[in-house]
């Protein structure tokens, strides 16, 4: 990998999130602006072995900064993870003299792109592109801080009917293998309590909890779980119900509203500075890292140490939680 890099290509891969346009917008116009040639292949890394790459100008990112989605689509393909399907992309990307590659994507997405670049002589670039923030060495991903807003949003609008008719509303957010949207939701909207996959959920002391408020008449009580918590919303709502028969519980699930709509101004930000940054590697010759902000920092994280590691729930969250909740 000690060639120069000269054409790049850049795609988006696995769970869409807010904030890709931009990253590929700056991408491409950085690529552009350095004498690069700039590819987009279409379909995540299925585009990759179909062969859907396309040469990109500065106006085909033309006002798309605001849209959220991708416009180079994505996809989860199981072909990459085979020999033949890593070999039939190498030789598309060959073929074209695509020497570099940029992957907007998470944790599965680096997975695909630190076996191809080991096998093949194309340094990749990863930037964390996923709602959930599940991924160690950066503060926040991108799509995050949308993600979060549009189910703070969600839950403000449901607390008013809780408020109307003095219900109990379990509401499940996204985060499959991660509680910080549905932690940093539920802070941000007085949830009386936030149930999370890190953390084991003690289901009688939520109920004991819930017993406690309704006897003291305190019947508004809002309940945010992730969706990868072991217990699960509607099984909660089902326990909750039985236990405390004269307690109207609903059951809301927010679902992939959260994973689109226009990015917010700061996830346009770390997407933007992502990108460029992403080029900017490529360009000294830093290969095969992923791109990520600590404490308003550019830091580069080898792909194979970006892969291996979780973030860990800090244990202030969780104090906090139970304090604000109280």
């Not at 590819?39 to 990109?56: A, C, E, L, P, V």
């Not at 003299?97 to 695909?112: A, E, H, L």
């Not at 403000?156 to 932690?183: N, Q, W």
């Not at 902000?293 to 550019?298: A, E, G």
């Amino acid at each position: 990998m000690e060639k120069k890099v000269t054409k790049i290509g850049v795609l988006t891969s696995g769970g869409d999130a807010p904030g890709m346009n931009a990253a590929i917008r700056a991408v491409v116009r950085t690529g552009i602006y350095n004498k690069l040639e700039v590819y987009g292949i279409k379909r995540g890394y299925q585009g990759m072995i179909d062969n859907d790459i396309f040469k990109m100008e500065s106006t085909s990112v033309a006002n798309i900064i605001q849209r959220g989605g991708t416009i180079l689509k994505t996809a989860r393909c199981k072909d990459f993870f085979t020999t033949e399907g890593r070999k039939k992309a190498y030789e598309n990307l060959n073929a074209l003299g695509i020497n570099g590659v940029v992957i907007i994507g998470g944790d599965g997405s680096f997975r695909g792109a630190q076996i191809f670049s080991r096998e093949y002589d194309i340094p990749c670039i990863g930037l964390p592109g996923t709602i959930d923030k599940d991924i160690a060495g950066t503060d926040f991903t991108i799509g995050f801080d949308t993600a979060v807003n549009t189910a703070v949003e969600a839950i403000d609008k449901v607390r008013d009917t809780a408020d109307a008719h003095d219900r109990l509303f379990i509401i499940e957010v996204m985060g499959r293998d991660s509680g910080y949207i549905a932690l940093h939701s539920g802070i941000a909207t007085g949830a009386e309590n936030i149930l999370i996959p890190e953390r084991k959920t003690d289901v009688e002391g939520v109920v004991n909890a819930l017993i406690e408020k309704h006897g003291r008449k305190k019947l508004v009580n809002i309940i945010v779980v992730a969706e990868g918590e072991e217990f699960g919303a509607v099984e909660l709502g089902k326990v909750i119900t039985e236990r405390i028969p004269d307690q109207e519980v609903r059951v809301t699930i927010l679902g992939h509203i959260q994973r689109g709509g226009s990015p917010t101004c700061f996830d346009r930000l770390i997407a933007s500075r992502m990108g460029y940054a992403a080029v900017e590697c490529l360009l000294e010759g830093r290969f095969n890292v992923f791109v990520g902000i600590l404490n308003n920092d550019m830091h580069y994280i080898p792909l194979d140490k970006a892969v291996k590691k979780k973030q860990r729930m800090s244990e202030d969250w969780m104090k906090i939680v139970k304090i604000l909740s109280s």
